[in-house]
């Protein structure tokens, strides 16, 4: 019998998102007997949602390395760099594939330095806007640089995001860059009927009260603060609108503070995390992404498949995402009126989201990622006289 090849999967953290559940599923799913993988994290830092859960339901358990978390530390770095290099001499993997900016420095310099055939990196999205300082994105840049010479291929999962990472930021060549978009499982979401009711009777939203919602992580990349000022103008409009703030975060005071000086207090929810969402989309008659960068958002997928409208600012990776607004609605970044407009637009005219479903479904499906990442592994092995 033909011994099972062998994948180390690296991400910083399993903190509430669509990189954790991506490499908790394909931890999963590329498994025995053809695949032995393992799942290697750090801890989540505070504030932040938890998806052991996640893991744990999909029979996933990751080993725990705690110096792996998000912030660069270059002492504490290095002590990570090394102990990933004895636990790859320990285990012999045929494959090292890393998960976001931390994990994917750290991974691929232990790799390269324990003679690991193959060595992949996921962009789940990039750091080089809204982030950081300019010195400081010049440095992740630089690093980026450094190890995309180190990685066999670059994954995108985007070809607008292969396209800024190759043309704006040069951190690989064209060539270099793989793009294979997400694979999550979406069968809950697309079985969730409209209008369900669950989650609106949890938090005492009457049926026939439009209900506007954002998901994700209370920090400042997602620009809450403008969903809090568009939700001003749709009031105007919309006198009875409601609006939901699922997620939590390092803002949640600074926003519910916010949410108070502009008079909101009776019409916004802060739910906090949640861990099972298939019921927010249903309820919801629109989600909004008010963000100033973003990857691919798992929530749209999430919430397209649940035949939820969406209405997103154009940025990072959602116009692509969105097949350039003919999926959902896409408005200028910072652009309070637009975004108030669309939100308007969205609720009383609801658009027919069934064809975005389907797409959804067909596109982002989690089978359809593992034969990908299948043939792209083998076919490296095999180039190397690996397999």
Known sequence: MTEPIRILRIIARLNIGGPAIHVTLLTEKLGAPV??????????????????????????TPLLLPELGRSLNPLRDLSTIWKLYQ???????????????????VGRVAAKLAGVPVIVHTFHGHVFQGYFSPAKTKM???????????????ITLTEGL?????????????????????????????????????????????????????????????????????????????????????GDGELRAELEATTARLGLTDCVRFVGWVREVAPVYSDLDALVI?????????????????????????????????????????????DVNA???????????????????????????????????DQLYRGILAKKGKL
């Open 35 to 60: 695949y032995h993988s393992t799942l290697v994290c750090g801890n989540i830092e505070a504030g932040e949602g938890d998806m052991q859960y996640f893991a744990e339901k999909h029979g996933v």
């Open 87 to 105: 636990l790859m001499r320990e285990m012999q993997p045929q494959v090292v594939h890393t998960h976001t900016a931390k994990a994917g420095f």
């Open 140 to 154: 992740f840049i630089l690093l980026e640089r450094i190890t995309a010479r180190l990685s066999d291929t670059v």
């Open 162 to 246: 292969r396209r800024e990472l190759s043309e704006e930021y040069g951190i690989a060549r064209r060539s270099r860059i793989t793009v294979l978009p997400l694979g999550l499982d979406l069968e809950a979401f697309a079985r969730v009927p409209r209008q369900s009711g669950d989650f609106r009777s949890a938090h005492s939203i009457a049926p026939d009260v439009p209900l506007i919602g954002i998901v994700g992580r209370l920090v400042p990349i997602k620009n809450h603060e403008l969903f809090l000022q568009a939700a001003v103008k749709v009031r105007e409009r919309l006198p009875n609108a409601c609006f939901a703030i699922i």
């Open 290 to 334: 008010s963000s100033r960068n973003e990857g691919t958002p798992v929530s749209v997928i999430e919430a397209l498949s649940a035949r939820c409208p969406v209405v997103t600012t154009a940025v990072g990776g959602l116009p692509d995402l969105l097949d350039q607004g003919a999926l959902g609605t896409l408005v200028p970044t910072e």
């Open 339 to 373: 975004l108030a407009d669309a939100i308007v637009r969205t609720v009383t005219a609801p658009p027919d989201t069934t064809r975005a479903q389907q797409l959804m479904l067909d596109r982002y499906g989690i089978d359809r990622l593992v034969m990908d990442l």
